[in-house]
């Protein structure tokens, strides 16, 4: 598995998500709310091949950064979960929107909840791109 910093991402390949979707605390506001990864046309292949696995729930692994990660801001690999098999990374947590990625975690970490978050595998007009399932997780 490969946890490289990831090239500049193309303009189609940027990922998304909006701050405002997220309350003063960082949970969502409501059960609708997403992130779709950024730097995701490398690993087509890799979410191609998940997708034809998944039969039920996909989820993302995202390992907490480092102190060091931390500290130089590091890009934040994610990777699917599916079958209880972790694939290679399939994308980056979207600059700007780590924040509400790390509250997560650290709100399911709390709660005694497993420390991956709900995903989806969709199709857009760029190719298939993994959508995180944030509101699910409130």
Known sequence: MTNTTPAPFGKNDRGSGKLRDYQGSLLPKNARVTIQLAGSDPYAEVIREAKSRATSDVQVFIA????????????????????????????????????????TLRRLDEAGRSLRIPAAIVSTRHGLRVNLLMGQTR
């Open 64 to 103: 907490p950064r480092t102190v060091e990660e931390e500290r130089i801001d590091a890009p934040m690999p994610a990777r699917l979960f599916i079958q209880s098999r972790m694939t290679d990374v399939v994308g980056w947590i979207p600059r700007g929107l780590e924040a509400p990625v790390i509250d």
